[in-house]
């Protein structure tokens, strides 16, 4: 079945340190690829998404590429930030069918300065 | 933007008794809700799919009669855990679309159950 595999973490960097969570997934046809962000106290948030091959997705510094050949979605920061310390979850909507996501497990970033 | 309001963040329970959860969507009609639950280092997995007015669809393995979801109105839907045992000890996440098909989905803050 469609699943997600997510680097579990956590992950700890000093600030201005360049971030690289891995993800790979498993699906048929062609997916949506996304990255959640959860920070402390609230819901997830969608960073970032991409809906077909060779996509890029990007937002707020953090970059995506969707890699058919490879199956996989890793997100990446040049440099993070103490504000960046969050859990990242990367999951996938099916080509067809239901709206619902499949996700990792999520991967807990701390950023110290 | 869209938000979804949860309620509440955390509940300790004791063993038997029945909890609710509510998930408002705050300033869009929720066609959809979908209840999400993740153990410790897990995924967050779904449990169930509500369409507003009509009953839940429930994934493999979850138990309709335990996990009582009600979508009454555009902007509410409920999870009753029903006679929690320690093993519901769980987080628990909604999440609402304003249509069926491919569209954003808008998360709660999610709610941490405790069964004791």
């Known amino acids: 079945g469609d699943s997600v595999t997510q680097m579990e973490g956590p992950v700890t960097l000093s600030e201005e340190a360049f971030l690289t969570i891995n993800c790979t997934y498993t699906a048929t046809g062609y997916p949506s690829l996304f990255w959640y962000v959860q920070y402390p106290g609230e819901g997830l948030q969608l960073l970032l998404k991409a809906t077909k091959a060779d996509d890029k997705g990007s937002n707020k510094g953090f970059e995506a590429t969707y890699r058919k050949e490879t199956t996989s979605f890793h997100l990446e920061k040049g440099s993070v930030q103490v504000s960046d310390s969050a859990v990242y979850f990367c999951?996938?909507?099916?080509?067809?069918?239901?709206?619902?996501?499949?996700f990792g497990t999520g991967t807990r970033l701390t950023v110290i300065p | 933007g869209a938000v979804v309001s949860q309620h509440p963040s955390r509940v300790i329970c004791k063993s038997g008794t029945s909890v609710k959860i509510e998930c408002r969507s705050l300033?869009?009609?929720?066609?959809?809700m979908f209840w999400y639950r993740q153990f410790p280092k897990q995924s967050l997995m779904l449990m169930a799919t509500?369409?507003?007015?009509?009953?839940?669809?429930?994934e493999q393995g979850v138990e309709k009669d335990k996990f009582l979801i009600n979508h009454a109105s555009l902007t509410l839907s409920t999870l009753t855990v029903t006679s929690a045992h320690p093993e519901d000890s769980s987080f628990y996440i909604c999440?609402?679309?304003?249509?069926?098909?491919?569209?954003?989905?808008?998360f709660g803050n999610g709610t941490r159950l405790t069964v004791t």
């Open positions: 999440s609402a679309s304003d249509r069926a098909g491919p569209s954003p989905l808008h």
């Open positions: 999951a996938l909507r099916r080509q067809t069918g239901a709206n619902n996501l499949f």
């Open positions: 509500s369409n507003e007015g009509s009953k839940a669809t429930y």
């Open positions: 300033d869009f009609q929720a066609t959809t």
